[in-house]
């Protein structure tokens, strides 16, 4: 069984996928990042008079992207507990890991999902954050 998600209460995806697919009992959830629904802005994001991006606030993009992840999740009829992998992707690890870590424990107290997380260069639009999650939507 292999079912397609996409919802209106999650950002849009910036490409030709869907929010998440489920296969059996796994929900692979596509990249979210921090976009706010509906208006695609980017949470604590600061624009010069250019409009070039000159800072942003990794813990309101954190803040965010798990409000999105959670999103996703509960328009696949999937719980916030159900995460059972979450692979973290970081523009700036040395500046942005403390403050995304302590919000991370924060988020997930209680939730044992395995986790990585990797320092990247840059992602497809201006947000320091990206998560890709698998949850199991099995409950014993």
């Not at 507990?81 to 403390?98: H, I, K």
Request: glycine share 8%; net charge negative; aromatic share 8%.
């Amino acid at each position: 069984m292999s079912e397609v998600v996409r919802t209106d209460q999650a950002p849009a995806p910036v490409g030709a996928y869907p929010h998440a697919r489920r296969v059996g009992d796994l929900l692979f959830l596509s990249g979210v990042g921090p976009r706010t629904p509906g208006s695609n802005a980017i949470p604590g994001n600061v624009h010069d008079a250019q409009g070039k991006l000159v800072g942003y606030d990794i813990e309101a993009q954190s803040r965010q992207v798990f409000a999105n992840v959670r999103a996703v999740l509960e328009a696949s009829g999937a719980r916030w507990e159900d995460l059972v992998d979450v692979t973290v992707f970081l523009t700036d690890m040395s500046r942005d890991f403390a403050a995304y870590n302590r919000l991370y424990a924060e988020y997930f107290a209680g939730v044992d999902a395995c986790r990585t997380t990797v320092g990247i260069t840059a992602l497809p639009t201006p947000i320091a954050i990206e998560l890709k999650c698998v949850a199991s939507l099995r409950h014993d």
